[in-house]
């Protein structure tokens, strides 16, 4: 094993048992992946924080309460307390990232429990288990199939849930004859697909794991779409709205065209193809994104922006904006701009379940504690 997976798989091991991590052949030496090193100036400080972050985010947001004996993650203040697929892809992500089976196996429990006739998991469950809308949103499937992944290869049993899982995404969620993602599995596509759902990074992963090359050609069109917005409404700022269509352009509708709080989550998910798979399309992006960031100053990012630069938002970024840019300034050349994007993510704190989620995911990601899983 090369020395910095190594170091990400310490730090990784001492998040899992709340133990400080032995030290790696050189002391100290932060974690990092094959094309990007941890953020983290302090690997023991990131680890108590990332532990006090998960056991308070376990406090407010995992539940028993209408999950019979399995748990589910309520989202406090939508709907009573509802669970959606992402919240429970989400706090899979944590569980299997951070060592927590008990947590992993209730909250899967509770997401096959509710699959629908498709085999994705229905997107909106009640608090008292209701089902109002049986359909499901891609976003959310991804990142629990990603969490199977995870978790098989660190303990075993997974993969038949896991490949049914990523089966049933790519002959639902991705459109025929031009491997769109859709942003549902009975409807979009190259009419309408949301680019903060793209996560080339899982696709190169499910098409090692699957043996499925056509994950491989998800991701290239992905990275089509990207650029096609880009190189038509941003090539200054590489700004990216979260609805579009696959040439790029605004979807009809009432689908916004902006960078909001849902494309926000976009250079989390890039960042993860830039460190682990050394992915030069993601990387571009980034760095242009980055660019901008820096320009503006995260102290003065709103919550919102046309694709252009021009702010749109009422009011100052919160963490749903600021910690997936933190994310993806690990592959800055830039030591201070990292350094303040890290702590400025430190320094955020109750922002409700979606801004505390990716928070969590951010830090968790960018001190090295997230690598890809090995597959065969």
Same mark, same amino acid.
């Given at each position: ?5 190594? +170091?990400? @798989? &310490? ?20 974690? @990092?992946?094959?094309? +990007?090193?941890? %953020? ?26 209408? $999950? ?13 307390? #509802? ?5 429970? !892809? ?16 209730? /909250? ?11 085999? %994705? ?27 199977? &992944? ?5 303990? !075993? ?6 490949? +049914? /899982? ?38 190169? &992963? ?11 050609? &998800? +991701? ?10 880009? #190189? ?13 269509? #696959? ?14 709080? !849902? ?10 193809? #830039? ?37 749109? !938002?009422?009011?100052? $970024?919160?963490?749903?904006?600021? $910690? ?23 320094? /955020? ?20 504690? %997230? ?6």
């Amino acid at each position: 094993m090369r020395p910095r997976v190594l +170091a990400a @798989a &310490v730090l990784l091991a001492a998040c899992d048992s709340g133990a400080p991590a032995p030290p790696p052949a050189q002391a100290q030496a932060p974690a @990092a992946y094959p094309c +990007a090193a941890s %953020m983290a100036p302090d690997a023991a400080a990131a680890r108590a924080e990332i532990r006090r972050s998960y056991a308070e985010w376990k406090r407010r947001y995992l539940t028993s309460e209408g $999950a019979g004996r399995d748990l589910r993650v309520k989202m406090p203040g939508y709907k009573g307390g #509802a669970t959606t697929s992402e919240s429970m !892809g989400y706090g899979m992500l944590l569980a299997a990232y951070l060592g927590d089976r008990a947590a992993f196996d209730g /909250l899967w429990r509770y997401a096959r429990r509710h699959r629908n006739p498709r085999g %994705m998991m229905s997107w909106e469950i009640t608090p008292d288990g209701r089902v109002p809308d049986p359909n499901a949103a891609t976003d959310g499937d991804q990142d629990i199939a990603f969490a199977l &992944v995870v978790a098989d290869a660190r303990w !075993g049993g997974y993969r038949g849930d896991a490949h +049914a /899982l990523i089966r049933s995404i790519l002959r639902h969620a991705v459109e025929p004859g031009t491997d769109v993602l859709k942003p549902g599995d009975v409807w979009g596509g190259s009419r309408v697909t949301n680019a903060s759902y793209f996560a080339p990074a899982y696709y190169h &992963v499910f098409a090692r794991y699957t043996r499925e090359p056509r994950w491989n050609r &998800v +991701a290239d069109v992905s990275y089509a779409v990207l650029s096609r917005v880009v #190189a038509r409404h941003s090539p200054a700022t590489g700004l990216l709205p979260g609805w579009t269509t #696959a040439a790029g352009d605004r979807a009809g509708g009432d689908f916004a065209f902006l960078y909001d709080y !849902g494309s926000a989550r976009i250079p989390w998910r890039l960042a993860m193809d #830039a460190a682990w798979h050394c992915d030069r399309r993601a990387q571009h992006h980034l760095r242009l994104l980055n660019r901008f960031f820096q320009r503006v100053g995260v102290r003065d990012l709103r919550d919102g922006y046309q694709l252009d630069g021009r702010p749109t !938002g009422k009011g100052p $970024a919160g963490p749903s904006f600021i $910690a997936p840019a933190a994310a993806g300034a690990v592959v800055s050349p830039d030591a201070r701009y990292r350094r303040v994007m890290w702590n400025e993510t430190l320094q /955020l704190r109750d922002s409700g379940y979606y801004g505390d989620s990716l928070r969590l995911l951010a830090l968790l990601f960018a001190s090295g504690g %997230m690598p890809a899983p090995r597959v065969p």
